[in-house]
């Protein structure tokens, strides 16, 4: 229809209420089938349909985009900007087909052609933007914000490779790069025209300006530029649709002529390709800290791109930067953005000329800072000599904001030089380092651990001298997942049972499954509840035989452990426990005991170690096990390989029995064991980290607690741990190490596992041996209770009952109201005119 016969001509999106309807989306499919892809439906692969499905999901998603973000503009609203280094997004089109409200509708219209959505929707290759539970909170973290209508950026880095996919071979992790680009990625919109230039190392010049105040110049040895690459992250039952920016690095030129012209291609090419090397690669470490160059560079070009983008935003909307704080509230995950306090200093002061204190006080109402861990070689510090390389003003601009920050603290405790070094920005105990935990405490307003117990150990040990000086900035904000994702995609089954009693209003409101309690005894809801818990098993039994050959038993209890590897995750101790439990068998085949297939999964970091030497110890095991025949099929051991969003939607809705057995103290919050419990598997745990609540909701008794507590391992360690002790007054657990160190499960080779039997028994650092005996026992009670049907069935329902608690909506709604004092935006369809645009 040309334009001129449209009744209003201006109108060059309309406001529809039927762009999700079967035939508007039919025909889309087709048209971008046809028009995007070049393809005829006669010769389409699963692939070509997916991408094309994609686009036509994206369009609907793009119409709810430009309205949210015409509706912020207008509004004049406070937006959130959550900075973070990783994002574990998972695959998309589900995600988003759940959240428009049209996947039943979607997935019934498949298969009335004979086609399985599932196949399409396996075709999505995640991006792996992250390494575990710190990337994947920010991804629950975005839903929840769209979902709750909360005025949201996610920013963050568009890497190349994500974290490498997982193969086992011959028991060992292998590395393969991940390749989630390389089919054109349907959900991202690349914009050229956001662009900013990013100063990397050089040196730094002060001159007297016009007016003869001093200004600073940074001459930067080198400039990359900063393209970004659009995400829609689309709520739940909302107009809302907020956005994932992620950054690329590029040359500014993509061609140096000067080195063209002098007929030295090669060298003209190479300008393009370092750049380009910034976010290639995501650093696969998961709690150790490297401090390698290249991710710091990675992390300031971040912060610098994001805070570029703010300013730009703000300036085109408001006359200068005095309201910043105003509009804008940015959350740092973790210190891997830390630096962005120091680059905002940098752009208000050197660049717009702002006075110090008028910026600084602008910087820190805007950063507030979530502490992600304690573990001490997690914790990130910058040499000072390398930091000076890349970032040279911001150096100084560090010791500029410690000397004052030193003054004052000088002040409040007149004389304690000790109390000063403590809290300085730069660690002098030998070499010099900057402490990006300290620069993001004193450039922040708020201060959070991630649970209760994560909270009071920050405030007791790590951030303890920050705690005494500023009390009111802590707070405590327990993680949450979404609901979302992890039970209405990832368990339909589950879902339609719940929605069966108590209607779908538990998606937005997971406090409403407390609803269920009522039939937590109700013989029929049971049966159907340990039916859909089944059928769940059995798929996931089928992907186990599809990725490892494995066979195991839907019936038996499904005992899983799915996280990275870590000495301090204790993925060992497990395997004491299944090494003990086949001891049992060898010394009577005959022994009746709970049939149990154990389930791990999780990826090690390339470089380390022992985290690769557990693996390997695990497929071992299995190896051994699972083809005894004095077994007879009754202990089954699985490694699932490559660990991820989309693998992890099919394991947590399988789990009987949820393993969090970390050593107390260490993991700060851990949210896979939301996850577990809120899909009704029972968890086996110390009191670390969110377990701790997670035990309090569900109540003691449905909850199989083992271990040491955080105060009972300071004390066995200051009174020096000898693990050596546990192992000669245990029988059965000297059995265990024994068996373990003869070769048993290496083919005869004593040495594989000889440093693992050495560390458990010479260092032990997170106390295996001291909470061995526990273990055992609560494993075994919890195996009995696995044959009490209606007992283990009645405490699986009230698990998922009582998981209201650990939804990110929850968290996010206290990130809102006590730290970003940012409220909801309603967002309505509405035309878009060219007037307005
Ligand atoms: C992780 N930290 C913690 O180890 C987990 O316990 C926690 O659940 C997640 O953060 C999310 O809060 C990290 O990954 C890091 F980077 F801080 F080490």
Redesign the pocket.
């Known amino acids: 229809m040309a334009i001129e016969e449209k009744t209003t001509p201006f109108i060059i999106k309309e406001a529809s209420d039927n762009d999700l309807d079967m035939e508007s989306l039919g025909r889309d499919l087709n048209e971008n089938l046809f028009y995007y892809l070049g393809k005829s439906p006669l010769v389409a692969t699963l692939q070509d349909i997916y991408h094309a499905f994609a686009l036509t999901v994206r369009k609907r998603l793009l119409q709810r985009w430009i309205n949210t973000s015409m509706a912020y503009v207008k509004q004049k609203v406070k937006v959130v900007c959550y900075f973070s280094a990783e994002y574990l997004p998972g695959p998309h089109l589900g995600n988003n087909l759940l959240n428009l409200g049209i996947f039943p509708t979607i997935s019934q219209a498949f298969a009335r052609v004979g086609a399985n959505l599932d196949y399409f929707l396996d075709q999505e290759e995640e991006p792996g933007l992250g ?4 990337g ?2 920010a991804a629950c973290y975005l839903d929840s914000l769209a979902t709750l209508e909360i005025p949201a950026i996610g920013y963050g880095l568009r890497y190349e490779f994500g974290i490498f996919d997982q193969e086992i071979r011959d028991g060992w992790q292998a590395e393969i790069t991940d390749k989630w680009l390389q089919w054109d990625n349907p959900w991202e919109i690349h914009h050229p025209e956001i662009a900013y230039e990013v100063k990397l190392g050089g040196c730094c010049q002060t001159h007297p300006d016009r007016d003869g105040r001093l200004v600073v110049h940074w001459h930067p040895e080198r400039v990359v530029k900063g393209v970004a690459y659009d995400t829609p992250i689309l709520g739940y039952n909302v107009n809302t649709c907020n956005v994932l920016r992620l950054w690329k690095a590029e040359a500014i030129e993509s061609f140096d002529f000067q080195a063209f012209n002098k007929g030295d291609y090669y060298d003209a090419v190479d300008e393009k390709l370092v750049s380009e090397n910034l976010t290639k690669v995501l650093y696969p470490n ?2 150790p800290f490297e401090g390698k160059k290249l991710r710091l560079e990675q992390q300031y070009f971040l912060c610098s791109c994001a805070l570029q983008d703010m300013i730009r935003l703000h300036l085109h909307f408001a006359p200068n930067l005095g309201d910043f704080h105003e509009s804008w509230a940015v959350q740092l995950n ?1 210190t ?1 953005p830390a630096i962005s306090v120091v680059e905002l200093m940098r752009l208000l002061v050197d660049e717009r000329q702002i006075p110090w204190d008028q910026a600084w006080d602008t910087t820190r109402k805007v950063f507030s800072y ?4 304690l ?1 001490p070689e ?1 914790l990130e510090k910058w040499p000072l000599p390398l930091f000076a390389q890349v970032l040279p003003r911001h150096l100084e601009i560090i010791f500029e904001i410690n000397r004052r920050f030193l003054d004052s603290v000088r002040l409040r405790y007149p004389g304690d030089n000790s109390k000063a070094a403590r809290l300085s920005l730069i660690d002098e105990s030998g070499d010099r380092y900057v402490r990006m935990a300290h620069l993001a405490c004193v450039g922040s307003h708020a201060i959070n651990g ?1 649970s209760a117990l ?1 909270t009071e150990l920050l405030k007791s040990s790590t951030l303890q001298d920050f705690f005494e000086l500023w009390p009111e900035k802590f707070y405590n904000i327990t ?1 949450g997942v979404t609901p979302r994702r992890f039970l209405a995609l990832s368990n339909p089954r589950l879902t339609a049972l719940i929605n069966s009693k108590i209607g779908s209003d538990w998606i937005k409101d997971l406090y409403k499954l407390r609803q269920l309690e009522e039939f937590a005894e109700d013989p029929d809801f049971q049966q159907s509840w340990r039916e859909v818990k089944l059928a769940n098993k059995r798929q996931l039994a089928n992907a186990i035989k599809a990725r490892t050959g494995i066979s195991v038993d839907p019936q038996s209890m499904f005992d899983i452990q799915v996280k990275r590897l870590h000495e301090y995750k204790r993925q060992h101790l497990n395997v004491l426990h299944i090494i003990t439990l086949y001891l049992r068998l060898k010394k009577d085949p005959t022994l009746e005991i709970t049939p149990r297939t154990i389930i791990f999964g999780g990826k090690a970091a390339p470089g380390y170690f022992m985290a690769r030497l557990i693996i390997k110890l695990i497929s071992s095991v299995a190896e051994v096990v699972n083809r005894d025949p004095d077994v007879n099929d009754r202990l089954k051991v699985v490694f699932f390989p490559n660990f991820n969003v989309k693998n992890a939607q099919k394991i947590y809705p399988a789990a009987d029995l949820s393993q969090q057995i970390s050593t107390a103290g260490k ?5 896979g064991n939301m996850k577990f419990a809120l899909n009704g598997a029972l968890t086996i745990g110390t009191l670390d ?2 377990n701790v609540e997670i035990r309090e909701e569900v109540g003691p008794e449905n909850f199989f607690l083992f271990g040491h507590t955080v105060e009972e391992v300071q004390y066995i360690k200051a009174q020096g741990y000898n693990p050596y002790l546990y192992y000669q007054s245990n029988e059965h657990l000297r059995e265990v190490i024994d068996l373990l160190r003869s070769g048993f499960f290496a083919h005869g080779d004593r040495d594989l596992f000889r440093p693992l039997v050495e560390s458990l028994l010479y260092q032990d650092d997170y106390l295996l041996m001291a909470d061995y005996q526990s273990y055992i026992e609560r494993q075994d009670e919890a195996g009995m209770t696995f044959l009490d049907k209606k007992r283990w069935t009645r405490m699986s329902i009230l698990n998922t009952a009582r998981m209201g608690k650990f939804s990110s909506d929850r968290a996010i709604q206290e990130y809102c109201q006590h730290i970003w004092q940012v409220k909801p935006t309603f967002i309505e369809l509405q035309d878009i005119t060219l007037e307005q645009v």
Request: hydrophobic residues 25%.
């Open positions: 390494n575990g539970g710190l994947r909170l998961d709690e973790d891997h979530t502490n992600h861990t573990l997690a991630v994560h993680n993991e700060a919050s851990g949210t980290g969110a």
